[in-house]
């Protein structure tokens, strides 16, 4: 079972969204998918809103920061944020 602590929350009313910074406890680092469904979770969101922008964790350690990006709409998200080629093809 996680644990998820709020260790930053800041709005930004420019780009219509909520920037946040996670601590979760886990025993394996989450994927990308995981933590945008663990963000949208904790600010109750829809996961298609959240944006990921990194998980970090120390060596050895079952704890991880993760930094997200949480949009008020799909379509802020999409005017802002960039895609990559990966997310591209993963559309199709």
Known sequence: MEKIQVI???????FQRKEVELLVSIDVTPKMKEAEEMVANQFSSNSENVKVKKIHGNYGMKKFTITANIYNSKESKDKTEIKYSKEKKGKQ
Not at 8 to 14: D, R, S, T, W
């Open 8 to 14: 930053k929350e800041k709005v930004n009313p420019i």
